[in-house]
Nanobody, 122 residues
Framework: QVQLVQSGGGLVQAGDSLRISCAPS????????LGWFRQAPGKEREFVAA????????QYSDSVKGRFTISRDNAKNTLYLQMNSLKPEDTAVYYC???????????????WGQGTQVTVSS
């Protein structure tokens, strides 16, 4: 089991940018694929973005494509989600996660960060 520690998040205005981070505690990400998910109050956890450990290809949900960028810095052993042109509907708790699969389904991710709140005011 991998402990993931998230940082960043906060309260911003619509149109602003924000970056959140995720790093494993005491080890590297290894060969896991990495994903970002979010969960708004009263809603199910939804896929946001993912990045493959090999090759670094990425995938995004339609709702964030063109505005969010997932990246990983292997030297810093850190996963990032750069969020631009934020909208009030992006308000949610954001989670990073690891998977042995290339997938957008939350149940296929085995290790999760603690979550970080992102609130976008209109």
């Amino acid at each position: 089991q991998v402990q993931l520690v998230q940082s960043g998040g906060g309260l911003v205005q619509a149109g602003d940018s924000l970056r959140i981070s995720c790093a494993p505690s005491g080890r590297t990400f290894g060969t896991y694929n990495l994903g970002w998910f979010r969960q708004a109050p009263g809603k199910e956890r939804e896929f946001v973005a993912a990045i493959r450990w090999f090759g670094g290809s990425t995938q995004y949900s339609d709702s964030v494509k063109g505005r969010f960028t997932i990246s990983r810095d292997n030297a810093k052993n850190t996963l990032y989600l750069q969020m631009n042109s934020l909208k009030p509907e992006d308000t949610a708790v954001y989670y990073c996660a690891l998977s042995n699969m290339w997938t957008t389904i939350p149940k296929n991710y085995g290790d999760w960060g603690q979550g970080t709140q992102v609130t976008v005011s209109s």
